[in-house]
């Protein structure tokens, strides 16, 4: 009997263990999986910024930290001309691809929505996924051709339909360069944008369309009083990512105009590169690093709350 009791014993000893290891891997398997992961973003990513305020503070030319000059590069970028420039541009530039990118990956995600058979959706999804596959520099090359003053593909254009007169310089004039690079990836459908409209509007429950088509919506009723509503997050989501972009955003300038002409397409990632890599002044481009970070906090924190402040999908 007793030999019997021991095997029980010894059985369940073995099961309790089973269950404390599977336990512990349980709890601890996701922060393995995980760390190469974290690693990265520690090493690459908030190191980086909290060396960037450090170094904003300093005179430091990329190597070596030659005084300490407090909030002196603050007031230098604030009394500088060119990178105040570069604010405004940022502002008018960023609203216009927000408003551009948001609208147009909208109107194609509503588009796809439309049809009800699955192999023609799978088919307008991939068609606007697919330009997701080429690099952002090459995009920005081919329309330094498209924008080329001398027989460019735009102004060639304009004369093969009798509109000579509107043919211009678009990068080389002042008053035409910031848009001409706002203007940059036309029809404006942003891959990332599409997908995830496309994502949420097919996520929107089937018994509130239901609703929608028994209370007799029509298609643009239930645009604004069903799906705009139903894609608040998504559409926050993307405004939040489109912003940052916007804030962060050197690739233009870097191919097609140099922040020119004069300060017309001047920006403060621009301004950064130019501090840092031709001049040499690494902490006055930690500064101007520094004031984009802010900006780019702050819009964040305030569209995030706005986006859950009485928002339907958010308990309370």
Not at 63 to 89: A, S
Not at 252 to 263: I, M, W
Request: proline content about 4%; overall charge positive; aromatic content about 14%.
């Amino acid at each position: 009997m007793s030999s019997v009791s021991g095997s029980v014993e010894a059985s369940r000893t073995r099961t309790g263990e089973r269950r404390s290891a599977s336990s512990y891997v349980n709890k601890y398997l996701p922060w393995i999986l995980l760390a190469p992961v974290l690693v990265h973003l520690i090493i690459f990513r908030y190191v980086p910024t909290f060396a960037a305020f450090f170094y904003s503070l300093t005179d430091w030319d990329g190597i070596r930290i030659r005084r300490f000059l407090g909030l002196r590069n603050f007031e230098d970028l604030f009394n500088d001309y060119v990178f105040l420039e570069g604010l405004k541009n940022m502002v008018i530039y960023t609203s216009l691809r927000v408003v551009l990118l948001i609208t147009f990956a909208f109107l194609a995600a509503e588009f796809v929505i439309s049809f009800k058979s699955a192999t023609v959706r799978t088919f307008w999804k991939i068609v606007f996924v697919l330009p997701m596959v080429v690099p952002l520099s090459v995009i920005y090359l081919l329309w330094g051709f498209i924008l080329a003053p001398q027989n460019g593909m735009l102004n060639s254009l304009l004369e093969a339909i009798g509109l000579a007169d509107m043919a211009r310089p678009w990068l080389g004039s002042s008053a035409t360069a910031l848009f001409s690079i706002a203007f940059v990836q036309f029809p404006f459908i942003s891959g990332l944008s599409f997908i995830v409209f496309v994502s949420a509007l097919e996520g929107i429950p089937k018994d509130v369309l239901d609703a929608c088509e028994i209370e007799g919506c029509g298609r643009l009723r239930r645009v604004f009083e069903v799906d705009i509503p139903m894609l608040r997050g998504s559409l926050i989501f993307i405004a939040v990512l489109l912003v940052l972009s916007g804030i962060q955003a050197v690739e233009p300038q870097l191919v097609l105009t140099k922040g020119g002409p004069g300060t017309a397409t001047e920006s403060p990632g621009w301004y950064v590169y130019r501090a840092a890599f031709q001049y040499g002044e690494f902490g006055l481009a930690a500064a101007a690093g520094v004031v984009m970070v802010i900006v780019g906090l702050v819009f964040s924190y305030y569209t995030v709350r706005a986006r859950y402040k009485g928002a339907y999908d958010v308990g309370q």
